[in-house]
């Protein structure tokens, strides 16, 4: 790594805090960093790839606003959000489809020119780590409890749940709107209601997850950064809105507060975060009323302003150091 590492930070136009926050803990520590938005590709984000120019070698730069990136000279990456194209309204279905194809092949292409640095989180890992069965299958095999879960598109596998589990609430695996664009209302946690278990018809055309409603006394949001843990715990069960789900709740309805983990649990969730292949991962767990620490998910790039923000947690700057430490 040069004396002034360099830093690309991936994320999207509309987000703000976080960014600014890691930028600021890079810069303190002698770093710089270059802001790529992957939503202004490829409307107002150029990427360039050449190869076999005068020197015979290859080229790969970026620029957006103004500023120019050469990608020989980023020592690492953080991954925090890569967003899909974004195309001009009123192509054809066939042109918009092939126009998307291609602006992904380019920028999948781009980044993998950068393989060998840093990456928080790696590629490879972050993608598989996505896949919500295998954190589930991965955590129950470290002895994490969980939830009675079902994933399914077969109704009556969800009435039989119910037969078992009568208190049951519904999600998605992934992040999920109604207008299937992301403008629309995103898809919460909902509680499933008798009246559900008749109008499961949708499944025929989207699976959905099935789990045991936990009794709550507190949900943890856990933050790790490699081996280091930044705990936030939030009561939400006061609002009617967020009493399923926290981010519901409204502004002045919950609060979050610090929290310490038990040290063996703290232990499984950071053996977790490595089976999995992770250097960052955001933790959901449910402490319930009778002591017991229940696994949700972990999300490999979780949010985590609202725990710098209200409980001037320093995971800014735990994300700095990491991005900065020597490639192994």
């Not at 290859?58 to 606003?65: I, K, M, V």
């Not at 069965?133 to 109704?155: F, K, M």
């Not at 709107?177 to 018809?201: N, Q």
């Not at 610090?258 to 292949?277: C, S």
């Amino acid at each position: 790594m040069t004396n002034s590492p360099s830093v690309l930070i991936l994320t999207h136009s509309g987000d703000g805090f976080v960014v600014e926050s890691v930028a600021r803990a890079l810069e303190r520590r002698g770093a710089t960093s270059f802001r790529l938005d992957t939503d202004r590709f490829p409307s107002s984000l150029q990427l360039s790839a050449e190869f076999g120019g005068a020197a015979g070698g290859e080229r790969f730069r970026a620029r957006q606003g103004g500023r120019e990136l050469e990608a020989s000279s980023v020592d690492a990456v953080w991954c925090r959000r890569v967003w899909r194209p974004a195309l001009p309204e009123g192509l054809s279905p066939a042109v918009l489809e092939g126009a998307r194809r291609e602006s992904t092949a380019t920028l999948a292409g781009w980044l993998g020119a950068l393989e060998d640095c840093r990456w928080i989180n790696p590629r490879c890992a972050d993608q598989r780590a996505q896949d919500k069965l295998l954190q589930l299958r991965t955590a129950r095999r470290l002895g994490l409890d969980l939830p009675r879960t079902l994933v399914t598109n077969d109704p009556q596998a969800v009435r039989e749940l119910h037969g078992e589990v009568p208190d049951l609430v519904a999600k998605m695996l992934t992040p999920f709107s109604v207008s299937m664009d992301g403008r629309g209302s995103f898809v919460h946690t909902s509680p499933v209601r008798p009246e559900d278990l008749e109008a499961l018809a949708g499944l025929s055309s989207s699976p959905m997850v099935f789990q045991e409603n936990i009794p709550k006394q507190l949900e943890l949001r856990v933050t790790l950064v490699g081996a280091r843990a930044f705990v936030g715990a939030i009561d939400a069960s006061g609002s009617a809105a967020g009493g399923t789900d926290w981010r519901l709740a409204g502004k002045n309805e919950a609060r979050w507060e610090h929290y310490e983990l038990p040290p063996g649990l703290l232990a499984q969730l950071v053996e977790l975060t490595r089976e999995l292949g992770l250097i960052y991962g955001a933790i959901d767990l449910i402490l319930t009323p009778d002591g017991r620490y229940v696994f949700l998910e972990i999300n490999p790039a979780g949010e985590w302003g609202m725990l710098e923000a209200e409980l001037e947690l320093p995971i800014a700057d735990a994300l700095a150091e990491a991005l900065l430490e020597p490639v192994s």
